[in-house]
């Protein structure tokens, strides 16, 4: 099968955009240590007090918001890699969320869909940014077999305790790259 020739990435930034910028940038990801086995709740509450605001959807949504009890080796890890580690262990999934009485951005939780055990979607971080492949598309045109176009949308965010004016990537300096090596591939944009 043909590399697909036409990608169109539903994003304002792409991920070595995301690794760019935070070298460009004196931030820093935030740190969370968390050992040993903990409840759901106090990992919430170990996650606030990086700055970072956690809200629990759960009971807002009609869901069970139990409190499991989670078995962590978190030491000096990078936020959001520790927000995915407890995210995973108590089936949850991240959604970013605006506090209404405060106005404040916010890392909201609730259910995960689906079967829990079912691979996460797969992510990248640099510094206090986070992105995850939310969804992927791919179309084969078969009346025209080296034709076919892959979509892929992204999740971007950056740590609740900060505030992006304005993020943006020109897609003429983005490519993408097949798993394995192969060669770089220009991204062409569009509305699909």
Avoid at 24 to 29: F, N, R
Avoid at 97 to 113: K, N, T, V, W, Y
Avoid at 153 to 181: D, N, V, Y
Wanted: net charge positive; no cysteine.
């Amino acid at each position: 099968m043909r590399i697909l020739r036409w990608l169109t990435f539903w994003a304002v930034l792409l991920v070595p955009s995301a690794a760019a910028l935070a070298d460009a940038l004196p931030l820093e990801a935030s740190l969370v240590t968390i050992k040993g086995e903990v409840r759901l709740k106090d990992a919430l509450k170990s996650l606030a007090a990086t700055g970072n605001r956690v809200i629990d959807l759960r009971t807002r949504l009609g869901q069970e918001a139990a409190d499991p009890l989670l078995k962590l080796d978190l030491d000096r890890a990078p936020f959001w890699q520790a927000v995915d580690a407890i995210a995973d262990q108590a089936g949850l999934r991240l959604t970013p969320h605006m506090d209404r009485q405060s106005g404040e951005p916010a890392l909201g939780i609730q259910q995960a869909l689906g079967d829990p055990a079912h691979p996460r979607q797969p992510r990248a971080y640099a510094g206090p940014f986070r992105a995850a492949v939310r969804q992927v598309t791919a179309t084969r045109d078969l009346l025209h077999p080296d034709a076919g176009k892959l979509t892929i949308q992204l999740e971007l965010a950056a740590e609740p305790r900060l505030t992006p004016l304005l993020l943006r990537q020109h897609s003429r300096s983005a490519t993408a790259r097949i798993a394995g090596g192969g060669p770089a591939i220009p991204v062409q944009t569009g509305s699909g």
